[in-house]
């Protein structure tokens, strides 16, 4: 392939492709749901960039402090916090990254040479990319203003640690993506990964308990960290400013042997995608072994009291849950964070603060929380459904009924976490008042009933496909995360509103009594919702099918 185009210039090629998907994203922006998408991605990026903008004044003042104040071994701290933040943020936030479509370069006459830079660039297009350069040239700011002649050599510093941390954040999620080829591999480590971040959770009991000896082991770990790229950044630095030439070179040329290292591990990745590496999930050929006639059960019908097409729905819902092992797994989350949450701020020994948080704020505070967790899918609940989405269209069913079944089994995975999180509740901390009690579940039926609708007018209006146990490129539509965060920050707000009103006027059953109005006013809502929103979905057919389907 390098023999197609030997005329044109590696940066020609770069140019070429760079044009060319400039025109991509241009025509597509012709389509009103692109340009909402893009709305609400710039919205998020906004949000976004005030943290970034604020820590960059804090990189800014912690390097102009630690060379003004002669703490030059402390800028090595700032180095790692960058470090460990462009390595793991994209772990947590995969499906917000930038995907190398290397399959889709493939279609072009590109070189190696240039496949390998489109690729590496394609991991500055990542938040977490974007974010640490901006802090990289904070610190660069900080330090100059502290003294002028670090300059020259906090430019090269910079950039080789830039181009080192690209590299490998390239190279480690290449390899992730062979290593999570296989669905059942990527929720068995998704899995083990939340079940990881729950566990971090921990640590503050533990630090409580075991802090001394495990601040002397990793005293005597400390050592170890100095030959990491972070630490040689730092004692790079450190030796410019102590006009030692010998460290500075020393602590460059490791730095340099990093960046070689991780070069030549990723570009051997990045060969073998260019010569075409396929990671699939399909099966070898075998020869199909005979199943035995499955025998007809005629047992009792446990949906009955609903009718066949919301049960179809049902049954369907449930077996994509089952198949889907990280959602299946994430079903466990809500009451161990109960149980976290209440170790940490509530009970009778809480570990952070001195008093617990009383069970009158904490059950509607939790409940909250619960239902901030288990809502965020409805608003995308075609989300699985792939070239599925056309049976709805030709089989003998209203979408009245489609959206039935799929919120019938949403509230009941709601009523199981619930009430296995109220029991997790009453032990740890005991149960609210009577007033406080039922106010809350009526809040909870409320803010339920309220935002299916919501959540069901968003699926069909901002719909986005997504894969079973994907990692990567799994994003939301922007304008439905949008629409669920505004619907959460208003059903939260009114929500708090009432329960105050009790302590305002003095009548603790004023609460109880407002939530039982309006969670009846949100059914019956609901109810004659149903038919205006089947007649919407027939009138966006295409757009579902062409958005699920592609």
Known sequence: MADVMPSVSISEQIRLVAALRWRILRNSLRKKNNRLDLIGLIFTGVFASVLVVGLSFAFYAGAYAFISQG?????????????????????????????????????????????????????LADFSSLASVSWLLAMTAGATVAKPGVLPAMLLIVAIFLLLNV?????????????????????????????????????????????????SAFLRLLPYFVWLPPSLAGRALAAVIRLEPAGFLLSAALLLVYLVLFTALLWRRFAAQYRGEELSETAAPARAAARPATAKDDGPDRLSLLSPQVAAIVRKEFHYLTRNGFAYLTLLMPPLLILIFSMNFAGRHPTVGGKGVSAEMFFPGMMAYLILILMAPAYNSFAYEGRGIQTYFTAPVRFRDVFLGKNLMLISILWLEITLSLGMLTWRVGLPSAHMLVATCAAIIFTVVGQLTI??????????????????????????????????????????????????????????????????????GYFASLDALSQLAETRK?????????
Do not use: H
Not at 542 to 550: K, M, V
């Open 71 to 123: 703490r030059l071994e402390w800028m090595s701290l700032l180095f790692w916090g960058i470090f460990l933040f462009w390595q793991l943020f994209p772990v947590f936030v995969a499906g917000f990254g930038a995907n190398f479509e290397f399959r889709t370069l493939l279609r072009f006459p590109l070189s190696l040479r240039a496949f390998y830079v489109i690729g590496l660039a394609y991991g």
């Open 167 to 215: 590299t490998i954040e390239r190279l480690v999620g290449s390899w992730l993506e062979r290593l999570l080829a296989r669905r059942r591999t990527r929720e068995l480590f998704l899995g083990l990964f939340v079940l990881s971040m729950i566990s971090l959770n921990f640590l503050s009991p533990l630090m409580q308990r075991y802090g001394a000896s495990l601040r």
């Open 455 to 524: 959540a069901n007018w968003s699926s069909i209006t901002f719909p986005r496909r997504m894969e079973f146990g994907q990692m990567r490129g799994q994003r939301q539509s922007g304008m439905a995360v949008l629409v669920a965060f505004g619907s959460q920050i208003l059903m939260g707000g009114i929500s708090a509103v009432i329960l105050f009103t009790g302590n305002w006027t003095g009548n603790p059953w004023l609460p109880a009594e407002a939530f039982v109005f309006l969670a009846a006013v949100a059914v019956g």
């Open 542 to 550: 295409e757009i579902l099918i062409e958005a699920l389907c592609r």
